[in-house]
């Protein structure tokens, strides 16, 4: 694993000189994944690391504190993506007062010079930096030419003619598009959580679930999913179900999966769960036995879906 920073007066002088991806990377999708690629090539021209530079929490979290859940990536899925692209250490700089109220050019001075010692930043067309975002991508050129550190800025990064970012990916799990999602992303979007205990109704009815945890991540649209979970190194298919099980009057939310063909202890283990298409949406059923059947159906529509 990557190694991860908190502070940039922690960063350690090996990982710093380096080519600097700047931005918040949730979900690391496939405009994100540009900036990297580009980033890379900076450090390769330069014999130099490649970090990204991202904010803990988000700082849409830190700003407004009693928004819904959105991320699409909490911080381990965010590490080991930013490592699959090619990222060698991360400075997940903690986004509290002290580091909202930093103006612009001490952004720059003190966590980009002094902190990384950057040789080279790149950032999406829309990066913006300091306290009530006083840098914008102009001016970080600007201060590159002055302070001598190369900046590259990317243009959008589009697909017929729509731009990739994590609003319209979040706007596309909010509507029931696994598959759409899928395609901005680069891959099946995840949530990566710890399996609880559950009230073990599912397998009173022949369908054992595992409760995954779903923390700080997006609610797609609540109903049946076709899904995949890595369950020790081997991805297996199954059918979720996240909502909040209005037959069984509990009414909060649950991410259920269940898992074909499998039987083994998962209590404890922290679960990756594809969501791979959509099935339906949430009902609500006149009993178990009626629940007991839809379950059976969207069983075989999950298996159908993965097999194609």
């Keep these: 694993?990557?190694?991860?920073?908190?502070?940039?007066e922690s960063v350690p002088a090996p990982w710093k000189g380096g080519a600097v991806a700047l931005g918040n990377f949730d979900g690391v999708h496939r405009g994100h994944?540009?900036?990297?690629?580009?980033?890379?090539?900076?450090?390769?021209?330069l014999d130099a690391p490649v970090l990204a530079l991202t904010f803990e929490p988000h700082p849409r979290r830190?700003?407004?504190?009693?928004?819904?859940?959105?991320?699409?990536?909490?911080?381990?899925?965010?590490?080991?993506?930013?490592?699959?692209?090619?990222?060698?250490?991360?400075?997940?700089?903690?986004?509290d007062?002290?580091?909202?109220?930093?103006?612009?050019?001490?952004f720059v001075d003190e966590v980009l010079l002094r902190g990384l010692a950057a040789r080279h930043v790149v950032c999406g067309y829309d990066f913006t930096f300091g306290a009530r975002r006083g840098g914008n991508v102009e001016k970080l050129r600007k201060f590159g030419r002055e302070r001598g550190f190369g900046v590259t800025v990317l243009?959008?990064?589009?697909?017929?003619?729509?731009?990739?970012?994590s609003t319209r990916i979040r706007e596309s799990l909010r509507a029931g598009w696994a598959s759409e999602a899928a395609g901005l992303l680069g891959r099946p979007w995840e949530i990566e959580g710890m399996v609880e205990e559950g009230d073990k109704r599912g397998r009173t009815i022949g369908f054992p679930t595992a409760n995954v945890a779903l923390g700080?991540?997006?609610?797609?649209?609540?109903?049946?999913?076709?899904?995949?979970?890595?369950?020790?190194?081997?991805?297996?298919?199954?059918?979720?179900n996240l909502g909040?099980?209005?037959?069984?009057?509990?009414?909060?939310?649950?991410?259920?999966?269940?898992?074909f063909d499998f039987a083994g202890d998962l209590y404890g283990k922290t679960l990756r769960?594809?969501?791979?298409?959509?099935?339906r949406p949430e009902m609500k059923f006149s009993g178990l036995d009626q629940l007991k059947a839809q379950i059976g159906a969207d069983a075989q529509a999950a298996r159908a879906i993965l097999a194609g």
Excluded: C
């Design 1 to 8: 694993m990557v190694p991860v920073f908190d502070q940039w």
């Design 33 to 45: 994944q540009a900036l990297i690629t580009r980033t890379a090539e900076q450090a390769r021209a």
């Design 62 to 95: 830190f700003f407004v504190p009693d928004t819904g859940p959105f991320r699409l990536t909490l911080p381990p899925a965010k590490t080991r993506l930013l490592e699959e692209q090619g990222v060698q250490a991360i400075l997940a700089q903690r986004f």
């Design 97 to 106: 007062e002290a580091f909202a109220a930093l103006p612009a050019d001490a």
């Design 155 to 165: 243009d959008p990064v589009m697909r017929e003619g729509e731009i990739y970012s």
């Design 216 to 240: 700080e991540h997006l609610r797609p649209r609540f109903g049946v999913y076709a899904a995949r979970a890595l369950v020790d190194g081997t991805w297996r298919d199954g059918v979720a």
């Design 244 to 259: 909040k099980r209005p037959t069984v009057g509990k009414l909060q939310e649950n991410f259920e999966v269940h898992l």
């Design 273 to 279: 769960v594809a969501l791979i298409d959509f099935i």
